[in-house]
């Protein structure tokens, strides 16, 4: 197919800024790639993708759940100034009328105001009411699923659905009792997953300009999605996307279903792995960044696209051997040790990139920042905090970011610096139930350059650095003007609780 003449520059001058493709694993844990050290996982697409760019060792999440994390991504703000989190419920949960606020610019408004066209393919989980659309918020077009591929969960037979459990947590009933029922199906639905359990739809949307004004076309494609079918038609417009007739940059945005559970692969994949369900779910994932990338290098825009590959949060634990894992590091999911907020991070850009390990602190807050600066779009009127990465990944210089905060249901829960880490909350992805804690009376510090896996706590033994640690955190925390929690909006005013999920 023949392509336009590239467009012209802000300045009037043709344009060379790069065209930008993210890509979203969903709970793909930090040991979960060959590149990061998995025995049995077989990942030779990412692990290509690794040799051939940065891999970093350091990089992290704003929140070890999914909303938060993405809400951070999208906007380079920490949850707690967005309102892109909840104390009730964790995510953003199904049928809400609110979702993302329209007060937040996001990337992808920021890069279209600046000429980029804007695409997101796949997961969004920020709100499925209309309102809250990616093409709401600066996508031009967006073909996926509004939440994570368990959600709008109908029961297995004989069991309650997600909605009834809300209606009885309203009535009064436990919400630890309801949980472990929700819990008990789940592991049972997770085992020998049908696609009927859950009611998952797939939506097209669409930004059109009609006379001047602005317009959406909105539909229902199926549902349920095919799950076994989804990650292919996910993949197929990916690529028919990056082939496309281009007279502009682009961002594309793509949120893969892959390996949160359940694990529904194509029939190709079951059993490809030694891995078990979880590992055929990482090889389809993997397949898919290899077509996406094949795609890349035959366009004749590759040299000026950058791909990043990372994870929105670390493996779901809970459920034990039926998902990924962290490698070394501490526990997982809704956890903000490190297991739950550090993410296998990626970055490819043929000619401008060097390969190299980048053992300096990095963060999905700085995609914004980073992006924007690529861009040469201007930031939004927000206080930001994300840095932008640009030098590490063009001239490998020590990356701009040298703290790191850790978030979970709208509290500060740890604080990084340099190779130093303050825990102030004990929080374990095993036991979601019980994660409303009381801060510690004694909180522990780790050296993570010679404790990744957080193991020996220095807190008695290196006073002033946990004394200097508490104080920045605290610092920081009150510099935040802090919004109202977004997810809890429905809860709060209908009297009923979310699962508190994924």
């Known amino acids: ?37 998995h025995p049995v996982f077989r990942t030779p697409n990412l692990d290509r993708m690794a040799a051939e760019g940065q891999r970093w060792t350091n990089f992290y999440v704003s929140s070890p759940i ?23 419920n964790s995510v953003q949960v199904e049928g809400d009328p609110y979702g993302f606020p329209d007060r937040e610019a996001t990337v992808a408004s920021v890069l279209g105001d600046a000429g980029y066209a804007t695409a997101l393919f796949g997961k969004w989980h920020l709100g499925d009411a209309p309102r809250a659309y990616p093409t709401r918020h600066g996508f031009d077009s967006w073909w996926g699923m509004p939440m994570s ?18 209606q ?39 930004r059109i300009v009609v006379n001047g004004k602005t317009d959406y076309r909105d539909q229902v494609v199926e549902q349920p999605v095919d799950q076994p079918g989804y990650n292919k038609r996910l993949t197929d417009r990916v690529v028919d996307f990056i082939g496309g007739k281009h007279d502009k940059p682009y961002l594309a945005w793509v949120g893969y279903e892959k390996p949160h559970l359940p694990h529904m692969p194509a029939p190709e994949f079951v059993g490809s792995s030694k891995g078990g369900p979880v590992g055929d779910a990482i090889a389809e994932l993997d397949h898919s960044v290899g077509r996406v990338m094949e795609a890349v290098r035959r366009s004749p825009d590759a040299k000026r696209t950058l791909v990043v590959f990372v994870s929105d949060n670390g493996p779901w634990i809970l459920y034990e051997e039926l998902v990924g894992s962290a490698g070394m590091l501490r526990d997982g999911k809704a956890s903000t040790y ?13 000619g401008t990139i060097r390969p190299a390990v980048v053992d300096g602190i990095g963060a999905t807050y700085d995609l914004l920042p980073t992006f924007a600066a690529l861009a040469k779009a201007r930031l939004p009127d927000a206080v930001l905090d994300g840095v932008d990465l640009g030098k590490t990944l063009r001239e490998q210089a020590p990356s701009p970011r040298q703290v790191m905060p850790y978030f979970y249901r709208g509290r500060l829960q740890a604080w990084r610096e340099g190779e130093w880490k303050v825990n ?59 919004a109202a929690p977004e997810f809890d909006r429905v809860t709060i005013e209908r009297g009923m609780a979310g699962r508190g999920g994924n």
Request: with cysteine; aromatic share 10%.
């Open 1 to 37: 197919m023949a392509r336009a003449a590239p467009a012209a520059g802000p300045n009037g001058s043709p344009d060379t800024r790069p065209n930008i493709i993210l890509l979203i694993a969903d709970d793909l844990g930090w040991g979960d790639l060959g590149s990061y050290g």
């Open 66 to 88: 999914c909303s938060p994390s993405r809400g951070a991504m999208l906007t380079g703000r920490v949850e707690t100034r967005s309102g892109l989190y909840g104390a009730l």
């Open 149 to 166: 591929n368990d959600a709008y969960f109908t029961g297995i037979p004989g069991g309650v659905s997600i909605e009834e459990l809300r």
């Open 168 to 206: 009885r947590f309203a009535k009064g009933e436990s919400p630890k009792e309801l949980f472990a029922l929700y819990y008990r199906q789940a592991v049972t639905a997770f085992r020998d997953p049908k696609n009927a359990y859950w009611n998952s739809p797939l939506i097209s949307s669409e």
């Open 338 to 350: 490190e297991g739950g907020a550090r993410v296998p991070a990626l970055f490819w850009w043929p």
């Open 424 to 482: 102030f909350y004990d929080v374990t992805g095993r036991k979601p139930e019980e994660s409303l804690q009381v801060r510690m009376a004694k909180p522990t510090l780790y050296n993570l350059g010679r404790d990744p896996g957080e193991k020996f706590d220095k807190a008695a033994s290196e006073p002033a650095i946990l004394q200097r640690l508490q104080q920045d955190a605290q610092a920081f925390e009150r510099s935040i003007t802090k």
